[in-house]
């Protein structure tokens, strides 16, 4: 089998080297007429070719090396005018292949030449004569041999040859412009071909067909048709030289547009020696140093940036790492090592402070007070530690402080770091970590990744300039956790002490000292912090405000603010005491003082308007007046817990939110059935077992309690616990449960001014609970008069303020019979007929 010297394209300089060898024109140019008379041998040897085709009046040199080829080759030259048959075959990577694997068209050509090479292989010269027709093969061994017929051609003449003609020859002067490999005299050839045929095969030759569209181009049979496909192709080839040639030119367009820069820059650093002056690189390199070394950076710190800057300075300033290490050392120096405020240890000044911006929150004010209080002494009393005072090698001296805020939501966490920043004359940033899932956010990302940048710590000390501001890590209980990491795992060394002064963020890579920065963290539940993140913590509570603070709030604070927010005077507006209380039981019902606000400053707002329109000039706000501007009341407080109460088998308890503490209505029914027992109302497993503990104690004191027997088995008992879209869950309603299931089966309504809360056990006895100050506020903000706690939770009632302490009653229990007793209320026979259970 024979193949082309070079794959697919023809080595044509190969051809014009065996042409001068000959004494012969070059044979592009002068090819033999054959009449169509040529005998042609009934068994003609078949030799097929791989990845090319040979066309009648052209010819190729081939490379024979196959050995049935070279044995076909071997015949064929003893004797005779050595005419063998050229057909391309379908696979060019079958190497054997057989009749089913060759096209039926190919070419009948006579050997002109052929070298024997040392190899083995043998070179041939064939030309094209005419083309053939495979009609039965009639021998594969040792090579194939075939029946043929000629195939005649279809020649048009007229002025549409013409053009194409001419088409053709233009269209081939430009690609030899693209294609060095064709040479000028076979440029010079074509052009002068008369014959369209000869044409046609004699530019397909030498241009890089595909073999299915080389193959397409002998089998045509109409001249005109050959050339309108050759112009084609043509075209197609043309267009793909001519965008390899563009992307070229635009390679070597930014290749010599960056060495012109070199250049550029070459000459410029010559003329700037030459001036005296440095390089815009060598000056920026210069700045980095004085920086560093101006920074107060500690000994790796420097070490580092030392070590960067001399990398910098070799580097050119295109180099895609100059940037990286740019910005890195923008970074490294542009961090506050060594600057910082001095901090206003007056304590007398921080209590003024902390008054002035907060109202009560005395644990909180007082621990601040004892932090300054602990460094103004550390600091006067430094000159006095004498040398032989033990040092504790492993537990360093801490210098910062970790707090934790934990309250509902509206009572002043946030404001609060903002007022001790103030006292203290420190900088103040906050960070808010709620929603929070990637690691990278607080240490950091490495220097490896495009578009790296430092953590949010060291972001805040960036902008806040300073090394011990207090940084406000806010909604620290919502920090989320996903595939990126855990940012609650990272904040581990933050909020250490003992780990926080070298603190290592992933960009800067070498350590910075936190210990002098005050963090403190908010949250509106501790549940959710894992539990190694609470333990480095100081834990201060907040709980919500009585009546009375919040009354002082508003007017201390509120109210001022939103005078000034609404551009009113202070002559304009007043508020009376009785009117903040309005607002604060009609038309608010939270723990903290934010709906408050709102409500004030849609009153003032109202005002403003009226003022504007010149229909008042100043407003007094009473308590008859607050519905004129608020419009109804939102909220019914102790009528709403009256109305719920007034029958049979609902009780009042007490339960704790997030947001604060609140009352909840525990409701019992029965109907006809046997011992089935129902819950709804969205309880978790815990409430839903202190329900059922709740049930079976009853039913174990049913006879006690003067309960028929038979009635469990006659009745279904219902359960429901209002809201029913909102989830609940703990055992401290197990006392309440318990009452109104009593209340239910006794037909004995709850009082209405008695809330209780508590767990239960099955023998009766009310374990402690927690939440309690949160609770008994919310019990206080209805209008709760009494409240049944669990005995042990009297330590708990030191928190409440006085003023709640005395306007309430607290009646502490150790088993259900005493909150049975306190809250069910005496019926009388008139009652006992007309307050029937549900």
């Keep these: 089998m024979a193949k082309s010297s070079k ?3 023809v080595n044509r300089e190969s051809e014009e080297s065996k042409a001068s060898d000959s004494d012969k024109t070059s044979f592009v140019v002068e090819v033999e007429e054959y009449s169509e008379d040529i005998e042609i041998p009934a068994e003609l040897p078949i030799l097929p070719l791989r990845g090319m085709v040979v066309y009648p009046q052209t010819a190729v040199p081939l490379l024979v090396g196959q050995p049935r080829s070279v044995r076909l080759v071997d015949d064929i030259s003893d004797d005779g005018p050595r005419l063998i048959g050229l057909v391309a075959s379908k696979d060019p990577e079958n190497e054997e292949p057989g009749p089913d694997d060759i096209h039926a068209v190919g070419t009948l050509a006579t050997v002109h030449r052929m070298f024997r090479a040392p190899d083995g292989t043998i070179r041939l010269l ?4 005419i083309r053939i027709q495979v009609e039965e093969y009639v021998a594969e061994k040792p090579y194939l041999k075939a029946s043929v017929t000629p195939i ?5 003449t007229g002025i549409e040859v013409e053009a194409l003609m001419r088409n053709i020859g233009e269209e081939f002067r430009r690609l030899s412009e693209l294609i060095p490999s064709i040479p000028n005299e076979l440029l010079v050839s074509a052009l002068n071909i008369d014959d369209p045929l000869q044409l046609v095969y004699t530019v397909a030759t030498y241009v890089n067909l595909d073999l299915a ?10 001249t005109e048709v050959k050339l309108r496909r050759l112009t084609t192709l043509l075209g197609k080839e043309l267009e793909v030289l001519e965008l390899g040639r563009k992307i070229q030119a635009d390679a070597r367009s930014e290749i010599d547009k960056v060495q012109r820069e070199y250049f550029l820059r070459e000459q410029l650093k010559a003329i700037q020696r030459e001036l005296g002056e440095g390089d815009e690189q060598q000056v920026e390199v210069e700045e980095f140093r004085q920086k560093i070394d101006q920074a107060g950076m500690p000994e790796e710190a420097g070490k580092e940036a030392r070590r960067e800057l001399d990398r910098l300075s070799k580097l050119p300033t295109a180099a895609a ?3 990286v290490i740019r910005t890195y050392l923008d970074w490294l120096t542009a961090i506050p090592w060594s600057i910082g405020t001095e901090d206003n240890l007056d304590i007398n000044h921080a209590r003024q402070v902390l008054d002035e911006d907060h109202y009560g929150l005395e644990d909180i004010k007082e621990r601040i007070l004892e932090y300054l209080a602990v460094r103004k002494l550390r600091k006067e009393r430094e000159d006095e530690r004498s040398e032989d005072e033990p040092v504790d090698v492993i537990r360093r001296e801490r210098e910062g402080v970790i707090l934790c805020f934990v309250g509902p939501p509206g009572v002043g966490k946030t404001s609060l770091g903002a007022s001790i920043a103030r006292a203290m004359g420190r900088k103040f940033i906050r960070m808010s970590l709620g929603g929070i899932r990637d690691e990278a956010e ?13 953590g949010r710590i060291i972001q805040a000390l960036r902008r806040i300039g300073s090394r011990n501001p207090i940084i406000m890590l806010d909604e620290i209980d919502k920090l989320g956790m996903d595939f990126r990491g855990d940012p609650a795992s990272a904040l581990l060394e933050v909020l250490d002490p003992e780990q926080n002064n070298e603190f290592r963020d992933h960009y800067l890579d070498v350590p910075y000292d936190l210990s002098q920065v005050m963090f403190i963290t908010t949250a509106n539940m501790l549940e959710p912090i894992p539990g190694p993140l609470r333990d480095r913590m100081e834990i201060l509570q907040l709980s919500g405000y009585t009546e009375s603070e919040k009354v002082q709030i508003a007017q201390g604070y509120l109210v001022p603010r939103q005078i000034r927010e609404n551009s009113l ?6 508020f009376d005491d009785q009117a903040v209380r309005t607002l604060i039981r009609d038309y608010t019902r939270e723990a903290g003082v934010r709906n408050l606000e709102r409500e004030i400053g849609s009153v003032c707002r109202k005002i403003v308007t009226r003022i504007a329109e010149g229909s008042v000039e100043s407003v007094r706000v009473t308590e008859d007046r607050v519905g004129e501007y608020l419009g109804k009341p939102k909220y019914y407080n102790i009528t709403e817990i009256e109305e719920r109460t007034c029958i049979p088998g609902v009780a009042t308890g007490l339960v704790w939110t997030p947001v604060g503490g609140d009352i909840v209505f525990i409701e019992a029914a029965r109907m006809p059935g046997s011992k089935g027992f129902i819950l709804t109302g969205q309880l978790g497993d815990v409430m839903q077992e202190s329900a059922r503990a709740a049930l079976s104690y009853i039913r174990a004191r049913a006879s006690e309690l003067n309960i028929d027997e038979k009635w469990f088995e006659e009745n279904d008992v219902h359960l429901h616990v209002p809201a029913g879209a909102v989830a609940k869950d703990g055992p401290s309603a197990g006392i309440t449960m318990a009452t109104a299931l009593a209340s239910l089966l006794t037909r004995r309504p709850v009082n209405a001014s008695v809330a209780m809360t508590g767990e239960i056990t099955l023998r009766g006895q009310v374990l402690p609970i927690g939440g309690v100050k949160e609770k008994v506020l919310a019990a206080h903000r209805f209008g709760v008069k009494t409240v049944i706690l669990p005995s042990r939770n009297e330590k708990d009632l030191d928190d409440i303020p006085e003023e709640i302490r005395e306007d309430m009653t607290f009646i502490l229990v150790e088993r259900v019979e005493q909150v049975l007793e306190s809250a069910l209320e005496q019926v009388d026979s008139h009652n006992h007929e007309n307050n029937d259970s549900p």
């Design 7 to 9: 794959g697919k394209s």
């Design 126 to 129: 064939v030309q094209g004569m």
């Design 152 to 156: 005649p051609e279809t020649v048009e």
């Design 213 to 222: 569209d080389a193959q397409q181009i002998i089998e045509l049979d109409s």
């Design 321 to 323: 790492e100059y940037g």
């Design 442 to 454: 607080i240490r950091g990302h490495r220097r490896t990744y495009i578009g790296a940048m430092p």
């Design 569 to 574: 005077r202070q002559e304009e507006i007043s």
